[in-house]
């Protein structure tokens, strides 16, 4: 029989669900007061010892375990392999920033949007992953710090790990309301950061939600031409339509706009493409985040030298176009999103010639 997921649940939810196997509200209560602190029913000491047998045969409250793990000697940064209850595996990653950590999840297995330089949708999407299993991941690494003896949880988080998050628009917004149940994680909306590739309608769609999430648009290009060549999604709806809807969600959410741009050498970093993409850009309230692209051992395109990022940046800034260079983190990890769960599968696929 597969278990109840009660990490998806609202705290009513879990009342009501509590309430239908015979439990009194406030055991609902305390089950999801725990289950948001990373504890599993064994932990729940406060109920008794009986129903915390009975109830974890039944049902799930950490439904994501770590897998593997690898901390970077350079900055601390942490790489999850998170293992959901199917067996599929999934990436996080644990940054440090001064102001607090920030956990970067993944909001399905794979991906089935086919960007040229990424590794995570090379097979496809397998599964959308559930609010719970995403509220799981967070779970997961909060343990991993406690379990370490470390104060802090995490505070901030970003939708940038694999998956489309718009492409599994219902369990990515039932997830971000969970983060802000009142007995339960309380992570700050404003603390939370989405990334799209550009699914325009759903764009819209979340502007419309009243969830103070930044929105973070991979772009990549400074045209439809170029984007085309590496983003199948760029012909489906066009660099116009991408930049209406991201006027709309900061008129929407008085929030500016976050633009992703991984300069591949011979592709989008020259100084003019700079130029064009500030001449697109121009008037909208927004950022641009510049990151050489990463090498993906499956793919063919390469990143840029430090010194094309820098003329790069350089030339949106005398264009007056906001814009910084992405600190990487965790380099000597495996970075670019899909490469761990990639070498892991790669290490455990049978050998055949
Ligand atoms: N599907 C969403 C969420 C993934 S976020 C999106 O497309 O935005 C992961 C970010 O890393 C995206 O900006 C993606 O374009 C970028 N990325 C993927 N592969 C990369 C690589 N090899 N080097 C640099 N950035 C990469």
Known sequence: MMKTELTGMTEAELIAWGREQGLPAFR???IFQWMHRGADFAEMTNLPAALRESL??????????IRLERVSALDGT???????????????????????????ISTQV?????CRFCASTLEGCVRDLTAGEMLGEILAANRYLRDRGEEKTVSHVVLMGSGEPLDNYDQVIRFLRLLREENGIRISLRNVSLSTCGLVPRMRQLAEEELPVTLCVSLHAPNDEIRRMTMPIARKYSMEEILDACRYYVEKTGRRVIFEYALADGVNSDPAQARELAGRLRGLQCH???IPLNAVRERDMRGVREDTVRRFLQTLEEEHISATRRREMGDDIEGACGQLRRSVLREEAPQNG
Do not use: H, I
Request: glycine share 12%; hydrophobic share 40%.
């Open 28 to 30: 609902g209560k305390q």
């Open 110 to 114: 794979g991906c089935r949007m086919g």
């Open 56 to 65: 974890s045969e039944k049902a799930l409250v950490q439904p994501v375990q």
């Open 288 to 290: 641009v985040n510049l």
């Open 78 to 104: 942490v790489k999850f392999l998170f293992a959901l209850p199917d067996g599929n595996c999934v990436e996080g990653v644990l940054m440090r920033y001064r102001y607090g950590l920030s956990l970067c």
